[in-house]
């Protein structure tokens, strides 16, 4: 059996591939933080905040002296931050406001191990135009029920991309540069 070498805080599928992608035997320690942003809190500091509470709550819950990642991503337009969708007018609502514009994905990352690191990875995401009736069809499908801005780029999300200006494993939920680079602060190397 492999040695894990990171534990995740997370319970998200899509950050234990992107892991996987970078062949780290890790294991997964659910977390339960309150992801509500403070007032006048900004996107920045919202998803460091966010990031830190996640990597916080993961090393108390492990005994292990291996690095805890902590990881949060928020899609943000007209300076709003646009979590997970409550319900289908939630989603709906999010997609009209981010049909045919550019909007930003910000995913904090926190490493703790010998010390606590964090970064931030922005990507600006452009989409083409979503009409009602496709909307209403990606919510019925399903994919958009838990995803910050209520799309999955690496889904059939997707479909709605023009391009995008930065890091696409930041906007699946995990920027491989920039954890990489904080374990490689803690001794965990990574191989290309």
């Known amino acids: 059996m492999n040695q894990i070498l990171v534990y995740l805080a997370s319970r998200s599928p899509r950050r234990r591939e992107l892991l996987l992608q970078l062949g780290l035997t890790h294991a997964c320690i659910p977390v339960d933080v309150d992801e509500t ?17 996640k990597a916080r709550a993961g090393r108390l819950a492990v005994s292990a002296a291996r690095p805890v990642i ?10 709003r931050i646009l979590g997970k969708p409550a319900d ?17 994905v910000l995913t904090g990352v ?13 990507t600006l995401v452009h989409f ?7 909307a209403a069809a990606y919510w019925a499908g399903g994919e958009p ?20 200006d930065g890091s696409y494993s930041g906007v699946v939920g995990l920027p491989l ?16």
């Open 37 to 53: 942003p403070l007032a006048g809190e900004e996107p920045r500091a919202y998803v460091q905040r966010m990031a830190q509470s």
């Open 70 to 79: 902590g990881a949060d991503t928020a899609v943000v337009c007209e300076g």
């Open 88 to 104: 289908a007018d939630d989603a709906l609502a999010m997609l009209r406001l981010l049909s045919g514009r550019e909007h930003r």
């Open 110 to 122: 926190t490493v703790i191990g010998a010390r606590e690191q964090s970064a931030i990875s922005e």
């Open 128 to 134: 083409r135009h979503i009409g009602p009736a496709e």
């Open 145 to 164: 029920r838990d995803k910050a801005g209520a799309y999955a780029i690496q889904g059939r999300g997707a479909l709605f991309v023009e391009r995008i």
């Open 177 to 192: 540069f920039e954890t990489a680079a904080l374990l490689a602060c803690e001794g965990v190397t990574v191989i290309a």
